[in-house]
């Protein structure tokens, strides 16, 4: 089955830094990569996703980039606010509807 | 456009007593999904619905978890006997899925349970 790997673990920086995430998937089949935000007490959040067809997506201060000769996916977070502060998921598919998560990073922005 | 909604949001309950969780998908989504999640990992998958059929419980300690979705909309979760090592968060997401694309999942708030 699907094996997806997440780091760091957790993450500190400084409001106004960026953030990189980096996670690697072994089913080079797998065409599917989302991201979820998970606050404290709240079930996660999709953020972003991209398909197997396309490099890169960007939506204001977040781009994911995908690399399927290398498999792996990053997910890029601009100009960081406290308010970014959670736990980010990354998870992959390769086939209908499943997914596999990784084991999430804590990101901390401090003030 | 109301979310996934569960309840009840937090359970304690002692080992070796039943329990049961429920789940009400978004309007129209014909995908539903129990996923548990360990403290500091990710969700992992128990069971996945199409409308009213499990189509994916390989992941689903049949021994004692047991799951329906009636009418193809709600669905509950039930766990008989809980054992200590049950204590998760349980999360129900929904998705409409056609033509085997994959779409975006929803989650609930998920809960907490705590088996004493």
């Known amino acids: 089955g699907e094996n997806v790997e997440q780091h760091p673990s957790t993450l500190s920086v400084q409001e106004g830094d960026s953030a990189v995430i980096k996670c690697t998937y072994s089913?080079?089949?797998?065409?599917?990569f989302p991201w979820y935000k998970q606050e404290l007490g709240k079930g996660p959040q999709l953020i972003i996703d991209?398909?197997?067809?396309?490099g890169e997506k960007k939506d204001q201060r977040i781009a994911v980039t995908l690399n399927k000769t290398a498999k792996h996916f990053s997910l890029h977070i601009t100009e960081t606010q406290p308010e970014d502060s959670a736990v980010y998921f990354c998870a992959a598919s390769a086939g209908y509807s499943t997914l596999t998560f990784g084991k999430g990073t804590m990101l901390l922005v401090s003030p | 456009e109301a979310g996934v909604v569960q309840s009840p949001r937090y359970k304690i309950i002692e080992k070796k007593q039943p329990v049961a969780f429920w789940c009400n998908p978004i309007?129209?989504?014909?995908?539903l999904y129990w996923y548990l999640q360990n403290l500091g990992q990710g969700p992992e998958l128990l069971i996945r619905?199409?409308?009213?059929?499990?189509?994916?419980d390989s992941q689903l300690p049949k021994d004692r978890f047991s799951a329906e979705r009636l009418k193809g909309v709600d669905s509950t979760l039930k766990i008989q006997p809980a054992e200590l090592g049950d204590s998760a968060v349980y999360l129900c997401?929904?998705?409409?899925?056609?033509?085997?694309?994959?779409?975006?999942?929803?989650f609930g708030p998920g809960t907490r349970l705590t088996v004493l």
């Open positions: 991209i398909r197997s067809n396309v």
């Open positions: 089913d080079s089949a797998s065409n599917y």
């Open positions: 619905y199409e409308n009213e059929e499990a189509v994916d």
């Open positions: 997401a929904s998705s409409l899925t056609s033509g085997g694309r994959v779409d975006t999942q929803y």
């Open positions: 309007s129209g989504h014909n995908t």
